[in-house]
């Protein structure tokens, strides 16, 4: 019996090395792949960073452990990918940057969480393994392309790949927020804005932000169109409905100005293009309303909607009812790109169990619902977990 299962793993071993699999036998993987992520509320994060001597080590012992935790349980999933896609170029070269980078973060398993030094070295390797992660989005994205382009995507296969990169994406977007916060917190580079801790902003004036992102947007549409409508925003703090004071509240600025600048982008272009031969466009409408538990921003425009039957695949990977993007003459890049924008901004909405909804009219316009939790506390992560449940979504025929 023994002989028997020796030679059955042995087999099982080189059939995984084939399939570029053979970090799945690999004990110490299946053992971190076994622990659930642990979701961190943006009140952890700066309970983390907020005290004067930020505790470096405390993030040192948390991180070790929960960045591998959670690279390891997204790695099960792209393990699962079907093989056609996990021989793609593109997809191979992300499935080794997350075994290297998993490999890497080992390295410091039993590290001296009291070595200044080994600390140092392991806030340095935190930015290496970041930035070789950069252009996982782009590049995931050019391996579902490679895949239509030599196989073609029938629709059960697209179900399983938008089902995969919601969570593979969400999954990035939180270990890109770990890794941040403690480089930020304890890197060397030089102190950002002292008010923050690490990329979140205690007081963050959601106003700012939209009007931020709109003049960004609003510049892009002027130079792509040559037009771009104006915007009216209003504040209701329905707390204290007289205070005059902006509306703030703790939450990270640039996930904020993500999500604001997809949808000003998408409904500039809608608009200039539901009124070509219009020069004075319908403006695009904004509400910032503070309520008990959510801050919640609207955004409405006047571009002529969208079949509801359509609505949905806004938030498909590579669906865009623009023609692929290509700059015009000037050079000035399309509001269009590779329809990622969408799905992105609504991911991150919904990191800190927030949301992004559309609501489309067709033949008048759209508004678009960002819902963010007011308070921290209740703004908890919304990880993936590979599990039972997740993999039979790899393996049912539906
Ligand atoms: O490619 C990217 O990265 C950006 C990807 C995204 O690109 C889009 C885009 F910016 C705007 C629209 C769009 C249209 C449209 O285009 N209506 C005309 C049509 C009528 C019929 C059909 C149809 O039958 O299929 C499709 C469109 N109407 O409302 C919106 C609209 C969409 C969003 Cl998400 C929003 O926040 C605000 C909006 O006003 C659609 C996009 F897709």
Same mark, same amino acid.
């Given at each position: 019996?023994?002989?028997?299962?020796?030679?059955?793993? $042995?087999?099982? &071993?080189?059939?995984? #090395?084939?399939?570029?699999?053979?970090?799945?036998?690999?004990? !110490?993987?299946?053992?971190?792949?076994?622990? +659930?992520?642990?979701?961190?509320?943006?009140?952890?994060?700066?309970?983390?960073?907020?005290?004067?001597?930020? /505790? *470096?080590?405390?993030?040192?012992?948390?991180?070790?452990?929960?960045?591998?935790? &959670?690279?390891?349980?997204?790695?099960?999933?792209? @393990?699962?990918?079907?093989?056609?896609?996990?021989?793609?170029?593109? !997809?191979?070269?992300?499935?080794?940057?997350?075994?290297?980078?998993?490999?890497?973060?080992?390295?410091?398993? @039993?590290?001296?969480?009291?070595?200044?030094?080994?600390?140092?070295?392991?806030?340095?390797?935190?930015?290496?393994? &970041?930035?070789?992660?950069?252009?996982?989005?782009?590049?995931?994205?050019?391996?579902?392309?490679?895949?239509?382009?030599?196989?073609?995507?029938?629709? +059960?296969?697209?179900?399983?790949?938008?089902?995969?990169?919601?969570?593979?994406?969400?999954?990035?977007?939180?270990?890109?927020?770990?890794?941040?916060?403690? =480089?930020?917190?304890?890197?060397?580079?030089?102190?950002?804005?002292?008010?923050?801790?690490?990329?979140?902003?205690?007081?963050?004036? #959601?106003?700012? !932000?939209?009007?931020?992102?709109? *003049?960004?947007?609003?510049?892009? /549409?002027?130079?792509?169109?040559? @037009?771009?409508?104006?915007?009216?925003?209003?504040?209701?703090?329905?707390?204290?409905?007289?205070?005059?004071?902006?509306?703030?509240?703790?939450?990270?600025?640039?996930?904020?100005? %993500?999500?604001?600048?997809?949808?000003?982008?998408?409904?500039? &272009?809608?608009?200039?293009?539901? %009124?070509?031969?219009?020069?004075?466009?319908?403006?695009?409408?904004?509400?910032?309303?503070?309520?008990?538990?959510?801050?919640?921003?609207?955004?409405?425009?006047?571009?002529?909607?969208?079949?509801?039957?359509?609505?949905?695949?806004?938030?498909? $990977?590579?669906?865009?009812?623009?023609?692929?993007?290509?700059?015009?003459? @000037?050079?000035?890049?399309?509001?269009?790109?590779?329809?990622?924008?969408?799905?992105?901004?609504?991911?991150?909405?919904?990191?800190?169990?927030?949301?992004?909804?559309?609501?489309?009219?067709?033949?008048?316009?759209?508004?678009?619902?960002?819902?963010?939790?007011?308070?921290?506390?209740?703004?908890?992560?919304?990880?993936? #977990?590979? +599990?039972? =449940?997740?993999?039979?979504?790899?393996?049912?025929?539906?």
């Amino acid at each position: 019996m023994k002989l028997t299962r020796i030679l059955f793993t $042995y087999a099982r &071993r080189i059939a995984a #090395v084939k399939s570029k699999k053979f970090v799945e036998f690999d004990p !110490v993987f299946e053992r971190y792949a076994s622990f +659930n992520p642990s979701p961190l509320s943006l009140e952890k994060f700066m309970e983390f960073g907020g005290s004067q001597n930020a /505790c *470096e080590r405390t993030s040192f012992e948390f991180l070790r452990k929960e960045l591998p935790v &959670r690279l390891a349980n997204i790695m099960k999933e792209i @393990n699962l990918l079907p093989d056609n896609l996990l021989q793609m170029p593109s !997809v191979a070269m992300v499935q080794s940057w997350y075994q290297l980078s998993f490999k890497e973060i080992l390295t410091y398993e @039993n590290a001296d969480p009291d070595d200044n030094e080994m600390l140092e070295n392991f806030t340095e390797r935190l930015v290496k393994i &970041r930035n070789r992660h950069t252009n996982v989005v782009e590049t995931m994205a050019q391996g579902v392309i490679e895949l239509k382009d030599s196989h073609g995507i029938d629709s +059960n296969t697209e179900t399983r790949i938008q089902y995969f990169l919601d969570r593979f994406y969400m999954s990035r977007i939180s270990i890109r927020m770990l890794i941040n916060q403690h =480089t930020l917190l304890f890197g060397s580079q030089l102190a950002q804005n002292n008010r923050h801790i690490g990329c979140i902003d205690p007081n963050c004036a #959601v106003l700012d !932000v939209v009007k931020d992102s709109y *003049e960004n947007a609003k510049f892009l /549409c002027d130079q792509y169109y040559l @037009n771009a409508p104006e915007v009216e925003i209003k504040t209701h703090n329905a707390t204290v409905p007289d205070q005059k004071e902006d509306i703030r509240m703790v939450y990270v600025p640039s996930h904020l100005y %993500h999500i604001l600048f997809e949808l000003f982008k998408n409904a500039m &272009r809608a608009v200039v293009e539901y %009124h070509p031969e219009d020069m004075e466009l319908p403006k695009l409408n904004v509400g910032i309303t503070k309520g008990d538990e959510d801050v919640t921003i609207k955004m409405s425009d006047q571009g002529g909607g969208i079949p509801r039957s359509k609505s949905d695949l806004l938030f498909h $990977y590579m669906y865009s009812t623009a023609p692929q993007p290509m700059r015009s003459e @000037n050079g000035s890049a399309p509001l269009a790109g590779y329809g990622y924008g969408l799905p992105l901004s609504r991911l991150y909405a919904r990191y800190f169990h927030g949301d992004l909804i559309l609501s489309s009219v067709e033949g008048f316009g759209t508004d678009a619902f960002i819902y963010l939790k007011l308070f921290p506390s209740e703004a908890n992560e919304l990880l993936p #977990v590979y +599990n039972t =449940t997740a993999s039979r979504m790899y393996h049912t025929d539906t």
